[in-house]
């Protein structure tokens, strides 16, 4: 069915306005030009400001401007673009707006489906190099996080300012847009177009044919149950059987799924590459994609990992920190995952869907030490030693304190010499990646800060 805003139609609101209809670029293609880009044309051509078209057409007076500094707030997904594009469809006479938003996906995928930080921009640096007022614009797949470069030119998309390395918000005026918010200096550029993997290109390449499926006129929605559908069909092929750590990953996200949670796009990318169909087969044919492919893909797989701005230095140093520990500690005793997330603030979900095969390895290489009445002791002589480690006199003793730690570890558990000694010489590997990893990220931020 295609997509209904009567919804939102409100008694006392005006029926009229004096914008133009204007029409919204690139329809029923992947170029579409994104809702958010729209609004700041419109205001410009009229000569007023973006949040002040949202406020026009609210009876109640409540201003209904706020959240238009987020992309999340215009292009979706979420709980109140859909309003505000109804208004805006109102005021215009122009029902194509909510093709330049992932009106259609809406109800299947999750509120931070697309792009986890909806507050700074992404742009094309060729595209603003070139730009043309009546023939450019920008595109919807911009403010796909998983997108990595321009459909147009090939090149990556970029976030921070050339010159003083300022990110770049939402909600600036057309005229003012191209260029930088804190130096005024040019966002154009010539781009860079680095080797591409094919992983890399077969993303780029879903979400082109997924932005394109948004952007036709009379488009139906997409329902939640489509990929519940699927799941069911990826759950009854695998269930029983012994499947690898990434697809078993894959297979548990989808299990969430079936629970009624929203999936974001990243997992669903994921679990379409684990059939190897396309994203958009997937989602309008469900249940065929599901049935057993022709190939098996799922003995070798690997997660496709892509790359998310906000969480970057974390995650890089988190990952550092997983693989060091990994490495070196494997062979003695490998602590638990919880340390490492605690320890640099992870949320366990995130480092999951953002790190995943360096989660999936260490979370085998962990299992398979034994069940954990089999650990518990070796488990508790870590907590002391980690204690241990933080007294400074203890860590410059014998060996690196590791000689001093086990023998203080023996007297005061049950785990024998040997033991003790290997578990202690874990615990100092793990706590110098731990300080190195969060001196990576202090680093990282300061990197960020300034350039
Ligand atoms: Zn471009
Ligand atoms: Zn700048």
Redesign the pocket.
């Known amino acids: 069915m295609p997509i209904s805003l009567e919804k939102y139609r409100e008694p006392a609101g005006f029926e009229w306005s004096v914008l133009p209809p204007l029409p919204i670029n690139g329809l029923s293609g992947p170029h579409v030009e994104s809702a958010e880009h729209y609004l700041c044309r419109l205001a410009w051509t009229v000569g007023v400001s973006g949040q002040e078209i949202c406020r026009l057409r609210e009876p109640s007076g409540v201003a209904s401007g706020h959240n238009i500094g987020s992309s999340r707030g215009i292009c979706g997904p979420g709980p109140n673009f859909l309003r505000r594009i109804y208004r805006l469809e109102q005021l215009t006479g122009v029902d194509t707006i909510r093709c330049g938003t992932f009106a259609v996906i809406n109800d299947a995928i999750s509120n931070v489906g697309v792009n986890r930080d909806t507050t700074s921009r992404r742009w094309?640096?060729?595209?603003?190099y070139?730009w043309d007022s009546s023939t450019s614009w920008e595109p919807l797949s911009w403010l796909v996080e998983l997108k990595s470069?321009?459909?147009?030119?090939?090149?990556l998309?970029e976030s921070r300012c050339h010159h003083c390395g300022a990110e770049q918000p939402f909600g600036r005026n057309y005229s003012e847009r191209r260029n930088c918010r804190k130096c005024a200096a040019r966002l154009a550029g010539a781009?860079r177009f680095p080797a591409r993997d094919e992983r890399s290109r077969w993303v780029d390449g879903n979400i082109d044919s997924l932005i394109a499926m948004c952007s036709v006129p009379g488009q139906a929605s997409i329902q939640r149950r489509a990929v519940a559908v699927y799941v069911e069909g990826l759950i009854e092929q695998f269930d029983g059987k012994c499947i690898h750590s990434y697809s078993r990953n894959a297979v548990m996200q989808a299990r969430q799924c079936r629970k009624g949670h929203k999936i974001t796009l990243r997992a669903l990318l994921n679990l379409c590459a684990l059939q190897g169909v396309p994203l958009v087969d997937m989602l309008q044919a469900p249940r065929s994609s599901s049935s057993p492919a022709l190939i098996n893909l799922l003995e070798n797989f690997r997660a496709i990992e892509i790359e998310d701005r906000r969480h970057r230095t974390r995650v890089s140093a988190y990952e550092k920190c997983v693989r060091t520990v990994l490495d070196q500690c494997a062979e003695d005793y490998l602590p638990s995952m919880k340390f490492i997330l605690h320890a640099l603030r992870m949320n366990r979900e995130l480092a999951r869907e953002l790190s995943v095969n360096a989660y999936e390895d260490y979370e085998a290489a962990y299992r398979a030490q034994g069940a954990y009445s089999s650990t518990i002791h070796r488990a508790r002589a870590f907590t002391l030693a980690l204690r241990l480690f933080d007294d400074s006199s203890v860590r410059h003793s014998k060996l690196r304190g590791v000689v001093t730690g086990a023998q203080i570890i023996e007297s005061a558990t049950d785990v024998p010499r040997d033991v003790a000694l290997r578990v202690a010489k874990s615990a100092r590997i793990y706590w110098d990646a731990l300080v190195q990893a969060k001196l990576d990220i202090v680093d990282g931020r300061r990197e960020r800060g300034v350039r």
């Open positions: 094309c640096p060729r595209c603003y070139e470069d321009c459909s147009l030119h090939g090149c998309l781009g």
